[in-house]
T-cell receptor, first 114, second 110 residues
Framework: DSGVTQTPKHLITATGQRVTLRCSPRSGDLSVYWYQQSLDQGLQFLIQYYNGEERAKGNILERFSAQQFPDLHSELNLSSLELGDSALYFC?????????????FGPGTRLTVL | GQNIDQPTEMTATEGAIVQINCTYQTSGFNGLFWYQQHAGEAPTFLSYNVLDGLEEKGRFSSFLSRSKGYSYLLLKELQMKDSASYLCAVRDHDFNKFYFGSGTKLNVKP
């Protein structure tokens, strides 16, 4: 158990819908990262927040957005869902944002878009 | 752009040694990470290299050559539970951007 929690564990929805994935980092961690893992694309970095502010953006679609709240939990919002958005979504956290920071991954949310 | 290559799949025997290679071409470099991921589970951190050389951690070691854009993960005394995917990840010069390879699926046979 990494100490990072994600809810829900599974989510099944239809195309065109909007969902919110939630992540709580390990106690004391200020950074939260979001990743998408699909069968054909491996693990893709989406976005990172540090202490409530966006720090880095990866391959995140405009239909997706995220935020980190004052209590440091984070939410990833996915809208206008398409079949291709079906994937495992991981959240990871680290203490800060420095050179040697290790990321600890949550158990993931499996999203199925029908 | 970023390009990280790993073999797709490898097979080895219990008790043996296996080396999983990773080559990378990135616009910047601030560290290389190895993660283990069992099917359907979250990746777990194994090792980190930022300077050239070998880092040893029990049965696992990781090597880095920055000039060659090359790393390997060495697993000794293989156990059945080592059957998993091994992900190589490079951190860009922007400390916050990570790029993962597609992973190497390791099958350990009795």
């Amino acid at each position: 158990d990494s100490g990072v929690t994600q809810t829900p564990k599974h989510l099944i929805t239809a195309t065109g819908q909007r969902v919110t994935l939630r992540c709580s980092p390990r106690s004391g961690d200020l950074s939260v990262y979001w990743y998408q893992q699909s069968l054909d694309q491996g693990l893709q970095f989406l976005i990172q927040y540090y202490n409530g502010e966006e720090r880095a953006k990866g391959n995140i679609l405009e239909r997706f957005s995220a935020q980190q709240f004052p209590d440091l939990h984070s939410e990833l919002n996915l809208s206008s869902l398409e079949l291709g958005d079906s994937a495992l979504y991981f959240c990871a956290s680290s203490v800060a944002s420095g050179l040697t920071d290790t990321q600890y991954f949550g158990p993931g949310t499996r999203l199925t878009v029908l | 752009g970023q390009n990280i290559d790993q073999p797709t799949e490898m097979t080895a025997t219990e008790g043996a040694i296996v080396q999983i290679n990773c080559t990378y071409q990135t616009s910047g470099f601030n560290g290389l990470f190895w993660y283990q991921q069992h099917a359907g589970e979250a990746p777990t951190f194994l090792s980190y290299n930022v300077l050239d050389g070998l880092e040893e951690k029990g049965r696992f070691s990781s090597f880095l050559s920055r000039s060659k854009g090359y790393s390997y993960l060495l697993l000794k005394e293989l156990q059945m539970k080592d059957s998993a995917s091994y992900l190589c990840a490079v951190r860009d010069h922007d400390f916050n951007k990570f790029y993962f390879g597609s992973g190497t699926k390791l099958n350990v046979k009795p």
